[in-house]
């Protein structure tokens, strides 16, 4: 198993990837390759690129390009009716008398659906399981506010129904791998492994076992990049594994000010794997500054980012008041639904012909019983592929507004809140119906992120003001290193629950 360092920016996928690239050109199958990344989406990229560059199918021909949770289902020939899901939780939580409140619901899983939940003591024992510990010993380790009982209890009783009804969850699938992954799964002539610094014990155990099946094996990432233990990761694992590595020594994205700034962060973290880097050749920009309010935020590409959510509300209400079109994870802050309507009201008033769901859409903000759409009107009974025009709608579909009306005249039942920051935007040039140029995200979701400038606010919650160790360092090493050119530092309001930079 060798490891490939990869500091920020320095291309440690695109190495990867270009390393299958040169084992296809030189002629080995397709399948003889896996390529296995931590994210869905990362998986499905290296697949796309793999498959458009030698003329491959990406289902049939790399078919070992994906997630290790989506080798487990498929190599253990699961099905999706074995797959835990919303109404399972539900079904258990009547029989119990567990309050299984925090239920997310049911996320795409390859051909079917898995509930995602995110329950306390439901984590805590999936947290216990990937780290291979018992749940009295994780239990035990953590502030947690249920008594020992509950969670026995809660523990037993899940086991209990899961065999009784057939059914995993997505850690059942990973323990069950891990047990069975050298009877089922093929060897492979070249296996790599993406974001290894964020695998949990468990994953390690399959990631030594697809080692013992490969010919040759690499596992790349970034110890100081390792932002995930408190969900389980095993970074010391990475660092003292006893085999071959490479550090790959240049920056394509960090300037040389922010490079100074991220070694200064770097140096704070203990029981790292040494290795340096160079920046790109570009000076940059750190500028410590006291209030958004003296940025200039109307163009380049922004990431906004706070150690918690909660941090953010205050930005996002800013941002609205000035009239910035941005993106949380949520979505947009104005909704596709009410973009769609404002696009296809002005479309029609100039003349343009709009699809059914735009013109439907635009009839969702309009009061009906004669005010601006005659009675009965409200709902427009047209073929799915039909076009209207403001005369076909006025004609034949009840629409008693006119091209003299503008958005916010003819769409009476916008919100005001939604109708203000709409002329906001519209006052500023926004591009409304446009990809955002500004993101607000936490600093955990944000890493494999980058934006021209970023935007960090230093303030931190009172449980991350106690740790400040390693792991609070990796998480600002990883905020500061999301920028191509400039970074931008608030200090916190608590100088003593704000990290210092």
């Not at 239920?103 to 659906?113: P, S, T, V, W």
Request: glycine share 6%; aromatic share 10%; hydrophobic share 40%.
């Amino acid at each position: 198993m060798f490891r490939i360092f990869g500091p920020p920016g320095t291309g440690k996928t695109t190495t990867l990837l270009n390393m299958v690239d040169k084992a296809l050109t030189e002629g080995l199958a397709p399948n003889e390759i896996a390529f296995f990344a931590f994210t869905r989406k990362a998986a499905n990229e290296a697949k796309e690129r793999a498959a458009e560059q030698f003329n491959l199918d990406p289902e049939a021909d790399l078919f070992f390009f994906r997630t290790l949770h989506s080798l487990a289902y498929r190599m253990l020939g699961l099905q999706d009716s074995q797959l835990m899901k919303t109404e399972n939780y539900k079904e258990l939580a009547a029989h119990t008398g567990i309050r299984l409140t925090t239920i997310k619901g049911d996320a795409e899983f390859e051909n079917g659906k898995m509930a995602v939940t995110d329950h306390p003591v439901l984590s805590l024992i999936n947290l216990a399981a990937i780290k291979k510990v018992s749940l009295r010993e994780e239990y035990d380790r953590t502030d947690f506010y249920h008594d020992w009982t509950k969670v026995s209890y809660i523990d037993t009783s899940y086991r209990d129904y899961k065999t009784t009804n057939g059914l995993l969850d997505y850690t059942d699938m990973l323990v069950l791998y891990s047990r069975q992954i050298k009877n089922c799964t093929p060897r492979f002539k070249l296996c790599f492994l993406d974001e290894a610094q964020d695998l949990s014990p468990i994953q390690w155990d399959i990631a030594h076992s697809l080692d013992d099946m490969s010919e040759k094996m690499y596992v790349a990432g970034d110890d100081d990049q390792a932002i995930y233990r408190w969900a389980g990761a095993d970074v010391q694992h990475l660092i003292s594994l006893d085999s071959g590595s490479q550090v790959l020594e240049q920056s394509y994205r960090i300037p040389r000010t922010v490079h100074e700034v991220a070694e200064r962060i770097a140096d704070r973290i203990t029981d790292r794997f040494p290795k340096s880097y160079l920046p790109k050749d570009a000076e940059g920009l750190v500028q410590r500054v006291y209030s958004m309010d003296e940025l200039d935020m109307s163009e380049g590409t922004w990431l906004v980012l706070a150690q918690a959510n909660y941090f953010l509300e205050d930005i996002a209400e800013n941002l609205r008041s000035m009239g910035f079109l941005f993106e949380r994870s949520h979505g947009r802050s104005i909704s596709e639904r009410l973009s769609e309507a404002v696009n296809g009201w002005e479309q029609l008033r100039k003349g343009r012909e709009v699809s059914l769901h735009a013109a439907q859409t635009v009839y969702s903000y309009m009061s009906g019983n004669g005010k601006k759409i005659a009675r009965g009107h409200k709902t427009i009974n047209a073929p799915e592929d039909e076009f209207f025009s403001l005369k076909r709608l006025q004609d034949d579909y009840g629409l008693l507004a006119t091209k003299d009306e503008i958005w916010h005249e003819a769409m009476d039942k916008l919100p005001a809140a939604d109708r203000a920051y709409m002329t906001a935007l519209l006052r500023r040039g926004e591009p409304f119906n446009g990809k955002p140029r500004i993101k607000l995200s936490t600093i955990h979701a944000s890493k494999g992120g980058e934006a021209d400038n970023v935007l960090l606010f230093t303030d931190l919650t009172p449980a991350a003001a106690n740790q400040q160790g390693s792991d609070i360092h990796r998480v600002f090493y990883v905020a500061v290193t999301r920028t191509r050119e400039k970074l931008f530092l608030i200090e916190g309001n608590d100088y003593c629950e704000s990290y210092l930079i």
